[in-house]
């Protein structure tokens, strides 16, 4: 029998090597299919980020252009506001040059106003200066300087002024500035030209400036003011009487006056010490208070004054008056001192003078 030489590509080789290919392949299929499952999500994933990313570009570009629109809107209004800014300050600037140019005129009328007013003021005193020193003085019934009160008034008061040496005493201390306590305290505080404007002083002002216009030409005359200590009017007139046949005199003294602001305690010690200090010694007296004294010779010890200790501070000043003088009295209102009329008018008839407590509108 012959032999059969072995072959090594047989047909089982074949399978085996066929079966062994396609597990190759079956493997390959396996892998590659998840391969590309997974491929395909991640694409996915990117491409939706790339869509979402193109929106956004999509709609900053919009927004973009919206934006570069307002823009041109505000550079145009800006550029309008500029211009009318401009157009406003320029006005301004015209304005200003006009409202200044008005106040320096309204001041130039101002100040001619105020000089014509001064030159009519010194005008109507050189004509009581003429009147005063006309032989027309002897009839007693024209006064040495006018005095203009509010309406046309007749008041029969009793007081008259009269003598040949002739001395006011014009309360000026604080209280003179109202005739309550609580306005007394809030005026205090005031500026000085508030205080001068308080309508209680503004009256005793009035009424020495009426008393000065009743003052006989013949006569001589003192006026002081008194608070704590007592001063004249015209400086350095101290102890000596002043002629009233010079209406200029008496015009400065009233003007002093006007000047004048209340202030401090009431002293009626130095008040009537100052009219020893005269020689000879007056011969009327016109005393223009609201009340009795808050001190003595020397201030007080304490910062209250009850109403005995007012009346001991009168009765001491009563001691340094000058015998056989006059005093007559113009008493103003004042709350909280209801002694004052009392011990005033005694003082007046014990002296042969008068007491006079004015209304509102006098003089």
Request: glycine share 6%.
């Amino acid at each position: 029998m012959k032999r059969r030489l072995p072959n090594v590509f047989s047909l089982s080789f074949l399978d085996v090597i066929a079966c062994g290919f396609g597990a190759v392949i079956l493997f390959f299929m396996i892998i590659n299919t998840g391969s590309t499952r997974k491929s395909d999500e991640r694409t996915k994933t990117l491409r939706e980020e790339a869509t979402r990313l193109e929106h956004e570009v999509l709609e900053g570009r919009l927004h973009l252009v919206v934006l570069r629109n307002s823009v041109e809107d505000l550079e145009r209004e800006q550029a309008e506001t500029e211009g009318r800014s401009q157009r406003i300050i320029a006005a301004i600037r015209e304005k200003t040059t006009e409202l200044a140019e008005f106040e320096d005129d309204t001041l130039a009328r101002i100040q001619h106003v105020d000089a014509l007013k001064a030159d009519l003021e010194s005008l109507e005193r050189d004509v009581r200066r003429l009147e005063a020193g006309s032989h027309g003085r002897e009839d007693s019934g024209r006064a040495l300087r006018s005095f203009q009160g509010a309406g046309d008034r007749q008041y029969l008061t009793g007081l008259k002024v009269g003598g040949e040496r002739i001395f006011i005493l014009l309360d000026a201390s604080a209280s003179m500035l109202d005739q309550t306590v609580v306005n007394i305290v809030r005026r205090r505080h005031l500026s000085d030209a508030e205080k001068r404007r308080s309508a209680k002083w503004q009256r005793a002002v009035a009424t020495v400036d009426w008393l000065t216009t009743q003052i006989p030409a013949a006569s001589r005359f003192q006026i002081h003011t008194f608070d704590v200590t007592s001063r004249p009017l015209i400086e350095g007139s101290e102890g000596r009487w002043l002629e009233a046949s010079a209406p200029a005199t008496l015009n400065q003294a009233v003007d002093a006056l006007r000047e004048f602001v209340p202030h401090g305690g009431t002293s009626l010690y130095h008040a009537f010490a100052a009219l020893q200090a005269m020689s000879p010694p007056p011969d009327n007296v016109y005393l223009l208070t609201d009340g009795l004294p808050t001190q003595g010779e020397k201030p007080p010890r304490r910062s209250t004054v009850s109403p005995a200790n007012r009346l001991s501070h009168f009765r001491k000043a009563l001691g340094v008056l000058p015998s056989g003088v006059p005093v007559n009295v113009i008493l103003f209102p004042m709350e909280g001192d209801p002694d004052a009329a009392i011990q005033f008018w005694l003082l007046a008839q014990s002296s042969r003078g008068s007491l006079l407590s004015p209304s509102r509108d006098w003089p």
